[in-house]
C-alpha cells in the first residue's frame, strides 16, 4: 500500500506541472475565445457640406520635392471641407513663387484652394498681381500684370488666370476691361470676350497676344 502511495505521488510529481501547464493554456484560450470584442473608437462622421476642422490667423505653405517653397496660403479664418479636400478661406492671402523667382500675388474677401493651393478661386474683390520682370539674357522685360474683379479663378503652377465675370487688367500703364477673360503668362496669351475695352497709354507697353 505505501509503496502504491510513493508511485502516485512520483507521478503526480512528474505530470503535475504538465497538467498545470495544459490547463492554463486551455483558460487562456477559453478567456480569448469568450471575451468580448473590443469596442473600435469611431470618430463621427462629418456631413458633406460641412467642416471637419477649421484655423484662424494661419499660414499654409506647400514646397516642392526638392524642399523650394511654391505657395503660401494665408487668411483671418479657414475652414476644410473633407468630401472635398478643399480650404475655404476668409480674407484671403496668397504669394505663388515660378520655378524663376516671378512672383505672383493674390487677395481676395473668400477663397476656395485645393490641397495643395495649385488652383485657387478667388470671390469679392479679388486681386491677382504678377510682379514686374527685369529683363534677362535671352528674354525681354515683363511689365507688372494685375488682373481685377468679382471673381478670378487662378491655377498657380500653370500660371493660369481665368474669369467668366466682368474683369480689369492693367499691364504696365495699358488698361482692358472685358466680360470674360483667360490668361496664359507661360504662353503669353490674353484671350478678352464680351465687351471688350482697352486703353493704350502712350509710351506703354504693348497688349499682350
Given at each position: 500500500?505505501?509503496?502504491?502511495?510513493?508511485?502516485?505521488?512520483?507521478?503526480?510529481?512528474?505530470?503535475?506541472?504538465?497538467?498545470?501547464?495544459?490547463?492554463?493554456?486551455?483558460?487562456?484560450?477559453?478567456?480569448?475565445?469568450?471575451?468580448p470584442t473590443p469596442l473600435v473608437a469611431t470618430a463621427p462622421k462629418v456631413a458633406a457640406d460641412q467642416p471637419d476642422y477649421s484655423m484662424k490667423t494661419f499660414a499654409v505653405k506647400s514646397f516642392d520635392a526638392k524642399g523650394r517653397l511654391q505657395s503660401?496660403?494665408?487668411?483671418?479664418?479657414?475652414?476644410?471641407?473633407?468630401?472635398?479636400?478643399?480650404?475655404?478661406?476668409?480674407?484671403?492671402?496668397?504669394?505663388?513663387?515660378?520655378?524663376?523667382?516671378?512672383?505672383?500675388?493674390?487677395?481676395?474677401?473668400?477663397?476656395?484652394?485645393?490641397?495643395?493651393?495649385?488652383?485657387?478661386?478667388?470671390?469679392?474683390?479679388?486681386?491677382?498681381?504678377?510682379?514686374?520682370?527685369?529683363?534677362?539674357?535671352?528674354?525681354?522685360?515683363?511689365?507688372?500684370?494685375?488682373?481685377?474683379?468679382?471673381?478670378?479663378?487662378?491655377?498657380?503652377?500653370?500660371?493660369?488666370?481665368?474669369?467668366?465675370?466682368?474683369?480689369?487688367?492693367?499691364?504696365?500703364?495699358?488698361?482692358?476691361?472685358?466680360?470674360?477673360?483667360?490668361?496664359?503668362?507661360?504662353?503669353?496669351?490674353?484671350?478678352?470676350?464680351?465687351?471688350?475695352?482697352?486703353?493704350?497709354?502712350?509710351?506703354?507697353?504693348?497688349?499682350?497676344?
Amino acid at each position: 500500500m505505501m509503496r502504491r502511495m510513493l508511485q502516485a505521488v512520483d507521478w503526480l510529481s512528474l505530470y503535475l506541472p504538465v497538467l498545470l501547464m495544459g490547463l492554463l493554456a486551455l483558460g487562456t484560450w477559453w478567456l480569448v475565445r469568450n471575451a468580448p470584442t473590443p469596442l473600435v473608437a469611431t470618430a463621427p462622421k462629418v456631413a458633406a457640406d460641412q467642416p471637419d476642422y477649421s484655423m484662424k490667423t494661419f499660414a499654409v505653405k506647400s514646397f516642392d520635392a526638392k524642399g523650394r517653397l511654391q505657395s503660401e496660403v494665408q487668411g483671418d479664418t479657414a475652414r476644410h471641407f473633407p468630401a472635398t479636400d478643399t480650404l475655404e478661406i476668409d480674407k484671403a492671402r496668397m504669394r505663388s513663387i515660378a520655378l524663376d523667382g516671378r512672383l505672383t500675388f493674390a487677395t481676395s474677401d473668400r477663397a476656395l484652394s485645393n490641397a495643395d493651393g495649385s488652383e485657387v478661386q478667388l470671390f469679392g474683390n479679388a486681386i491677382v498681381t504678377r510682379e514686374a520682370v527685369p529683363a534677362r539674357q535671352g528674354a525681354s522685360a515683363q511689365p507688372r500684370l494685375e488682373f481685377r474683379g468679382e471673381f478670378l479663378h487662378a491655377f498657380t503652377q500653370e500660371e493660369k488666370v481665368r474669369s467668366n465675370q466682368p474683369v480689369q487688367l492693367t499691364r504696365g500703364s495699358d488698361r482692358f476691361t472685358a466680360d470674360a477673360m483667360e490668361y496664359n503668362n507661360l504662353d503669353q496669351v490674353l484671350q478678352l470676350s464680351g465687351r471688350v475695352r482697352g486703353m493704350l497709354m502712350p509710351g506703354g507697353t504693348a497688349a499682350p497676344k
